[in-house]
């Protein structure tokens, strides 16, 4: 059974209230029943999904290809979250609404969100999403900078747990991490903007770090792959995929076998909703709608069955997670247990289920501070264990994201981290207090003597079974009176008998001196036994099994020879019963190296032997060595024994002190007699004068270790003068962090207004285009009658050029006769109406002047418009009118013609003279009204009429009644504008007033 490390350095999130889901306006929203996510309350989702989209520099670019690449009734809310200054309104609604049908919003205290819509974070406000309403907070300032982005992405979390969406643009620094972490560790899903094609990295990078991110793509290609994600059964309203007959169960039991296979570890005592959940996401990441076709997929694919164990071990974690359990154990554990503990004693703590050592180094930090307060330092040693690999060597290097600084305050920044860049990393004096650990604790042995265990939120994704067996382990490993520490979805259960609760509400346990038949089943400990739990309330009484482990526990403890277990680095990880008589506590800065701790006498011998065991990979031996302790000698046997079996590449040595002094000392007496009988003086001489080579050498290396002292002193001081410099380092970096911050907000504003600048541009050139395009004259004055601009057509009409602008009306002269512009400009500024004349320049050409006040947007009057429409041709044709009007009312009667003689005109007169009308006329052709022994003359005249002017001529023409007039013709030639003949007009007088 694999070990689970969800919300290690923190609890459980405090239960949301269930409410009902919210309407779309496609249908109704049914009442989903939702899966208990372990012991927590069930957290209620929209009907519909709702992505967190978060950006910050170079984010405009993206969001606006992301919302053009995205269907606009694809029923999905979009919440975006940028990184905005509160010094500039933001247009960034006004720029979106281009790329996207779907309605753009800013967002307002309460508001509820809804499908089809993408709301914007306004200025200087961070968000959280309440019950699918948004929520407005007013950041607090403390001094580090603000995180908007991994403020909603945790409230998604909780909100909307499995059903949350992320996705990550383009930005700088770390903000958007942790929360992507915290909606990964809750089942939801995590897109991040391909680094490659982001215009700034540094977020995207950061988030890929994490490795829980499920797609990095381009912007072009999000969309297309959140749709597909979202008409995924796991996000829909189906609870469960089913097969054919909903054997689910049997293809997840073939899933752990594939796991168990591919990494050693058994998930079978995992809790079964949460496995399912884990699984139907995976199906949903792969588009695969049929656990069966997920089965064979994992057989196809190892590298799937690795990354589904991961999705497994996901952990939302974080620094202090639960402040206030942190304050019971900063007020009231730590104090206690420091101060029960005499000086140069130890504290020993585990962390089980560690993750990536948040929860570690919390608890390092608070007890550093606890013995700051009491001024009562001893050794600590933390050891974090987990079963992901990979979190361990996150842990390990103890670098972080500045993200942190949403849980850490700056005064903890400042004393136990260094800020390097985008990232702080723990300082060695907090990170020698810890050893991290890859370990399963389900088949691990377990860790001893341990004053605290920290086992947060690990007991809500095990199964009854196997919780029975962790609770009696923890038992087991604490020291009398030791503290356990559950997370607050957590309880004891029924092992009432083996705690006693210090905090309820937080789920702080102190051990009971039981004797306990209760302990784990561990294949490395053949002499512990294996639980058997009757569940009875019945007294227990001590099995023989229990009399044999405690026999065996009290021959280790009493009979067998003490030691220590040291690492490849000579370090003590673990005692083996009292060494106090080889080892002491070494003075000055606390150490478990075991050379500095071996007393006088046995430091040498154990120099050489852990060296040469080392070397040549066998037991090395030392006999009867002479050690100093309590103003007497004793003799020991000292072996180094290299741990060879556990086969780890690690070099482990089992350190073992044989005492070998004699039980009684010589008789009174004796010892001077036998002196004087002793036979080899010379051996006698010998061994004096070894001994004083031996303690002239014994000072010499005394001397040596003083000099090293004094070098160390040395060394402390620098140290001191370098944590002087980082102080320093740390304030300019936090003034490099407030200005980076400072220019993201500057290039987000940069870029809006750079796209308003160019909207202004091409609208500017649109009008200048258009007012051009026109010809008609304008010329724009401000109140003081000095020239703002003019357009192209006015330099016809004034003498204007460029460098004219800003010159008064009055100084510049003009074409146009007999006006005084500046007057006239005058009354319409002070009266505010209008006034339009005809006017004419030196050249005969006619305009319309118009002179109008210019009013702003605000209805504020802040200059004069003058325009000059050309009019000369609507002057000419007046004449032309007039003309007109006088031909049509001739009584001549006059005509129009082609050159193949068909009428094209006929006026009044004509009517009259000849009695057809105008429309039968037009119908007609000259020779319809020429008489038979005429025709030839008309058809020659028109065709001479092209080459030359006719002049006048008499002729006859015959009437519709038949009658035969004498007329007198005036033939024109009508040309076009270039000249060429067209028509023939002809006007025709009757003659008949002659004869009369």
């Not at 020991?636 to 741990?643: G, N």
Request: glycine letters at 6%.
């Amino acid at each position: 059974m694999a070990e689970k490390k969800k919300t290690k350095t923190g609890g459980r999130k405090k239960p949301v209230a269930k409410t009902t889901p919210k309407k779309t306006a496609a249908k109704p929203a049914k009442k989903v029943k939702k899966e208990k996510k372990a012991i927590a309350a069930p957290k209620q989702a929209a009907g519909f999904p709702i992505v967190g989209i978060g950006a910050s520099a170079g984010g405009l670019e993206a969001l606006e290809t992301f919302f053009s690449h995205m269907p606009h009734d694809s029923n999905i809310a979009f919440v975006v979250i940028q990184h905005l200054s509160p010094r500039h309104k933001s247009i960034m609604g006004s720029l979106l609404a281009k790329c996207t049908e779907m309605e753009v919003l800013e967002m307002q205290d309460g508001m509820k969100i809804e499908p089809n819509r993408v709301y914007l974070n306004p200025p200087d406000k961070n968000v959280v999403i309440i019950n699918g309403a948004l929520q407005l907070m007013t950041p607090v300032r403390t001094g580090s900078i603000n995180l908007p982005i991994d403020c909603f992405f945790r409230s998604m979390a909780e909100d909307l747990g499995e059903k949350a969406i992320c996705i990550i643009l383009s930005g700088t620094a770390t903000d958007g991490t942790l929360g992507l972490k915290t909606v990964k560790g809750e089942g939801g899903i995590a897109m991040v903007q391909d680094p490659e094609s982001a215009k700034y990295d540094g977020m995207p990078r950061s988030a890929i770090a994490t490795g829980v991110v499920d797609f990095i793509l381009s912007v072009e290609k999000i969309p297309g792959e959140l749709i597909k994600y979202v008409k995924a059964p796991y996000i829909g309203a189906p609870k469960k995929i089913r097969v054919a007959d909903d054997k689910f169960g049997n293809y997840v039991q073939k899933v752990f076998s594939l796991i168990r296979t591919a990494t050693g570890h058994d998930l079978s005592h995992y809790k079964q909703t949460t496995i399912r959940r884990r699984i139907e996401r995976r199906m949903a990441v792969h588009q695969i709608d049929r656990i069966s076709n997920y089965v064979k997929f994992l057989q196809e694919t190892p590298a799937e069955v690795d990354i589904l164990f991961k999705d497994m071990l996901i952990g939302v974690t974080n620094f202090f997670r639960d402040p206030e359990a942190f304050s019971v154990l900063k007020d009231q554990v730590f104090p206690s247990i420091l101060k029960a503990r005499e000086p140069d004693s130890s504290i020993r703590i585990w962390t089980v289920g560690c993750s990536t050592g948040e929860e570690a180094y919390s608890i390092a930090i608070l007890l550093s501070e606890a013995m700051d307060t009491l001024r009562h330092h001893l050794n600590i040693q933390i050891f974090a264990s987990d079963i992901d690999a990979q979190a361990i060597d996150h842990a390990r290097s103890g670098i972080y994201p500045d993200s942190i600084a949403a849980d850490v305050s700056q005064e903890r920044l400042n004393r136990f981290f260094i800020k390097e860049d985008n990232t702080y990393t723990v300082k060695k004096q907090l990170r020698e207090m810890i050893i991290f650990a890859t370990q399963n604790v389900i088949k691990d042995p377990p860790f001893s003597k341990i004053d605290l265990v920290s086992c947060r939120n690990l007991l809500i994704y095990m199964d009854s079974e196997l919780q029975k067996k962790v609770l009696p382990l923890c038992h087991y490993t604490l020291n009398p009176e030791g503290i356990l520490f559950l997370g607050p979805s957590e309880s004891i259960g029924e092992f009432t008998d083996l705690f006693q609760p210090v905090d309820t509400k937080w789920k702080i346990f102190k051990r009971k001196d039981f004797f306990i038949e209760k302990a784990a089943d561990y294949p490395t400990m053949p002499f512990y036994q294996g639980p058997k739990f009757s569940g009875s309330k019945e007294e227990k009484h001590p099995t023989e099994a229990d009399i044999h482990n405690v026999a065996e526990r009290v021959i280790l403890d009493y009979y067998a020879p003490p030691g220590v277990l040291v690492n490849e680095k000579y370090e003590i990880v673990h005692f083996l019963g009292n060494t106090d008589r080889y080892l002491k506590a070494p003075t000055g800065k606390a150490s478990f190296n075991v050379q500095k701790m071996a007393r006088d006498g046995l430091r040498l011998k154990l120099s050489t032997a852990l060296h040469n065991a080392v070397r040549q990979k066998k037991t090395i031996s030392y006999d009867a060595l002479r050690i100093k302790h309590d103003n007497e000698y004793r003799v020991v046997d000292l072996t180094v024994r290299p741990l060879t079996e556990i086969g780890q590449p690690r070099d482990y040595m089992l350190v073992m002190f044989d005492d070998k002094t004699p039980p009684e000392k010589p008789p009174k007496g004796k010892g001077k007699r036998a002196m004087k009988d002793d036979p080899a003086p010379i051996v006698t001489s010998l061994e004096r004068e070894l001994e004083s080579t031996k303690e002239h050498l014994q000072t010499t290396i005394e001397e040596m270790e003083t000099s090293n002292e004094e070098l160390k002193s040395t060394n402390e001081e620098l140290q001191s003068v370098n944590e002087e410099l980082q102080s320093t380092n740390e304030e300019l970096e936090t003034s490099k962090e407030e200005l980076q911050s400072t220019n993201e907000e500057l290039v987000t504003v940069n870029t809006e207004l750079q796209n308003k600048v160019d909207e202004l541009s091409q609208a500017n050139n649109d009008i200048n285009n258009l007012l051009a395009s026109t010809e008609i004259g304008t010329i724009f004055l401000d109140t003081n009658l000095f020239i703002k601009r003019f357009t192209p057509a006015m330099t016809k009409i004034f003498n204007l050029i460029q460098s004219d602008i800003g010159r008064s009306i009055g100084d510049i002269t003009s074409k146009i006769k007999i006006v005084n512009l500046k007057n006239d400009a005058k009354e319409v500024l002070k009266t505010l109406v209008h006034k339009e004349v005809e006017v004419q320049d030196d050249e005969g050409n006619w305009y319309a002047m118009r002179i109008s006040p210019y009013r702003t947007t605000e209805n504020v009057i802040d200059g004069i418009v003058m325009t000059f429409v050309n009019i000369t041709q609507v002057k000419l044709g007046e004449g032309y009118r007039r003309m007109a009007v006088l031909l049509r009312d001739s009584n001549d009667a006059i005509t129009v013609q082609d050159f193949g003689g068909n009428i094209t005109a006929w006026n009044a007169g004509a009517e009259k003279m000849y009695g057809y009308s105008e429309a039968e006329a037009l119908k007609m052709n000259i020779r319809d009204i020429v008489p038979d022994n005429k025709r030839a003359e008309a058809l020659d005249f028109i065709k001479k009429v092209q080459k030359e002017d006719v002049g006048s001529f008499k002729s006859q023409r015959k009437a519709k009644n038949g009658q035969i007039l004498d007329v007198w013709l005036t033939v024109t030639r009508l040309v076009d504008d270039e000249g060429k003949p067209v028509a023939v007009g002809i006007t025709e007088r009757d003659l008949a007033w002659l004869s009369e």
